[in-house]
Nanobody, 125 residues
Framework: QVQLVESGGGSVQAGGSLRLSCAGS????????MGWFRQAPGKGREGVAE???????KYADSVKGRFAISRDNAKKSLYLQMNSLKSEDTAMYFC???????????????????WGQGTQVTVSS
């Protein structure tokens, strides 16, 4: 059983930065994809960034150049550095882990088997 726990969310003014962390336990494997998704009030869940088993990354167009995803395989942890935050980044952010996909480049939630409970990010303008 995989458990994912996010932290690092909070309230910040536009232009500010936050760093999200996701601590994994159980069967998390560096060979497989991990990602960050978000869901704003009244909207569907959207992919933000993901990293595959070869450390290749994929970002949503809306966050390219502002967000950076990274993973620490020894700590079974995933991170999301968010800079130049905008009000439209306000959402609940979720960490996700796959136990079968070595490659991922479509920010598709269908790749992922386990999800965290989420951490809220609120950006005020």
């Amino acid at each position: 059983q995989v458990q994912l726990v996010e932290s690092g969310g909070g309230s910040v003014q536009a232009g500010g930065s936050l760093r999200l962390s996701c601590a994994g336990s159980g069967y998390t494997d560096s060979r497989y994809c991990m990602g960050w998704f978000r869901q704003a009030p009244g909207k569907g869940r959207e992919g933000v960034a993901e990293v595959d088993g070869t450390a290749v990354t994929k970002y949503a167009d809306s966050v390219k150049g502002r967000f950076a995803i990274s993973r620490d395989n020894a700590k079974k942890s995933l991170y999301l550095q968010m800079n130049s935050l905008k009000s439209e980044d306000t959402a609940m952010y979720f960490c996700a882990a796959s136990v079968w996909a070595h490659h991922c480049n479509a920010l598709s939630s269908g790749v992922y088997d386990y999800w965290g409970q989420g951490t809220q990010v609120t950006v005020s303008s």
